[in-house]
C-alpha cells in the first residue's frame, strides 16, 4: 500500500449563505487539489475542476438552510493523496 501523501495545511473558509470562500498552503509536489463537498455524514462531490492546481476556491452554497462539510485534498504524481480535516 502506498503511503499517504502529505495534505494541505492552514485550509480557511470565509462564508456568506450563499458563497463559500477557501484558500488553503500548497503541499510540496502536489499536482492537482480537489475541494468536496458534502451534506450528510461524508463529503462526497468534488467541486473543483478536474486539474485545478490553485490554492484558492470560490463555491456556490446551492442552499443556505443546509449545513455543508467540506475538505482539501492534494494528489500527487505517484497516485497518492493526502486530505485535510473536513471544515
Known amino acids: 500500500m502506498p503511503k499517504a501523501g502529505a495534505p494541505p495545511t ?3 473558509l470565509n462564508a456568506s449563505p450563499r458563497v463559500a470562500r ?3 498552503t500548497a503541499a510540496p509536489n502536489a499536482v492537482r ?5 458534502g451534506n ?6 468534488e467541486r473543483t475542476p478536474s486539474a485545478f492546481t490553485a490554492t484558492r476556491f ?3 452554497v446551492p442552499d443556505a438552510h443546509e449545513t455543508y462539510r467540506y475538505t482539501v485534498v ?6 497518492t493523496h493526502g486530505e485535510a480535516p473536513a471544515v
Open 74 to 79: 492534494a494528489y500527487y504524481a505517484d497516485g
Open 22 to 24: 477557501f484558500s488553503w
Open 33 to 37: 487539489y480537489a475541494l468536496w463537498r
Open 10 to 12: 492552514n485550509v480557511t
Open 40 to 45: 450528510g455524514p461524508g463529503v462526497s462531490a
Open 58 to 60: 470560490v463555491d456556490t
